[in-house]
């Protein structure tokens, strides 16, 4: 066995003579445990948080979007058209734009989304119909989301009231008559979805494409977007690829570029997280260091005589830096233990709420342990360091 490396883990586990030493020992490796412990769970807890919100969007967002690069209108040429069905993808034709939508005496600003009959095979919104029917072909049928409809007090095919879709028209100079300026139609509600998230049902209402044709005043081959649906064995990027070349002007986004604003709060809040916890990790190591740094002057008549028996300043400096990885590497293999074993029970059997029957969501993933190992590592070796340097000041005295 390496020399310096016996003597530097003798050293790690033997009891020193100063009870104090012992003590701050101790502590430092407790923290270390600790510390680690504590940084993967967060971190795991993030991962389960990214993931509940990421999948509450998700439930009706499509794989990829193709949006036109200007204005609101993507046209779509026979040409295109034919182009898309050899790419053998399921996808849907939408046309969406904020209008107003009026029920009795009661007034709302929200999206009409006008889709095909290929939309449900495209996005799962069926699954999510609580009350009624989806959209039927052809006809002036209405899917409202639930937080709209309340706010309407809309009911399914009611006689009393009337749901109206008002759009402006495009164009300019001097609207002469107020009915000249906007194209209003009526509504059926025929079903109301719920996908527990007050933003995209609040968002809202479905038609059938030809009602947002005639509503917005788009052309036989005008749309707002395609959205696409990827089979498991697809790739992303191969398709992304087709695309741009069946329409070289016109932008593809996926999930991820969709929902961006929520992926860079996650991102931006997860990374806070870590740098606060890696402060505290950088405070508690300062017991390592002192530590270490006591055992250097406890050890003080020992290292000399070490020196005078031929072994270099530099092999001496390298006991304690050995000594400090050994006791981290220790304290990282338990924190890491426990965290693991604290997700893995959290995830399977939800001990702790946020409320009633919802388990605090967490998400085992090796890629935070990775990042646990790597961070306490690093920091621990600039701890070790730090107090090793002090073999070199002892030497010259």
């Not at 050293?11 to 009870?19: D, E, I, N, R």
């Not at 200007?70 to 904020?98: A, F, H, V």
């Not at 992926?263 to 950088?282: G, H, R």
Request: charged share 20%; net charge positive.
């Amino acid at each position: 066995m390496n020399t310096v490396f016996y003597i530097a883990k003798r050293y790690a586990f033997s009891k020193s003579k100063t009870k104090a030493i012992n003590i701050i020992s101790r502590i430092s490796a407790i923290g270390i445990v600790v510390s680690s412990m504590a940084l993967f769970v967060v971190l795991s807890v993030f991962s389960g948080l990214e993931n509940s919100l990421i999948s509450f969007t998700n439930v009706i967002d499509p794989d990829l979007v193709l949006l036109p690069s200007k204005g609101k209108i993507l046209k779509l040429s026979s040409q295109q058209e034919n182009q898309l069905r050899d790419l053998n993808i399921s996808y849907s034709k939408i046309i969406e734009d904020r209008v107003i939508f009026t029920y009795g005496d009661k007034q709302i600003v929200a999206f009409v989304k006008a889709v095909d009959s290929n939309y449900i095979h495209t996005v799962a919104v069926t699954d999510h119909i609580v009350y009624g029917q989806w959209l039927q072909p052809n006809t002036n049928d209405a899917v409202l989301g639930n937080v709209l409809a309340n706010e309407l007090s809309a009911g399914m095919y009611s006689n009393d009231k009337l749901l109206e879709v008002l759009a402006m028209k495009p164009g300019s100079g001097l609207i002469t008559m107020p009915s000249d300026a906007y194209v209003k139609l009526p509504l059926y509600t025929s079903g109301i979805y719920s996908l527990n998230n007050i933003e995209i049902d609040n968002r809202y209402i479905y038609t059938d494409i030809n009602v947002g044709k005639d509503l917005l005043l788009f052309g036989p081959s005008e749309y707002s977007k395609i959205e696409f649906k990827l089979e498991n064995d697809t790739s992303e990027k191969s398709i992304i690829s087709s695309l741009k070349d069946i329409f070289p002007d016109s932008t593809i986004k996926n999930r991820s570029q969709l929902n961006e604003g929520l992926y860079k709060m996650l991102k931006t809040e997860s990374l806070a997280i870590y740098l606060i916890f890696t402060l505290i990790i950088i405070v508690t190591l300062f017991c390592l260091t002192g530590a270490l740094i006591m055992i250097i002057l406890e050890k003080k008549e020992h290292l000399k005589t070490l020196y005078d028996l031929g072994l270099s300043q530099k092999k001496i400096k390298k006991i304690f830096l050995y000594q400090g990885l050994i006791l981290s590497v220790g304290g990282i293999v338990l924190g890491l233990i426990l965290g693991i074993a604290i997700t893995l029970l959290q995830q399977h059997f939800g001990f702790v709420e946020v409320s009633e029957g919802f388990p605090y969501p967490v998400v085992f993933n090796w890629q935070n342990g990775f990042v646990v190992v790597t961070t306490i590592l690093i920091l621990s070796i600039i701890a070790s360091f730090i107090a090793a340097n002090r073999i070199k000041i002892l030497m010259n005295k």
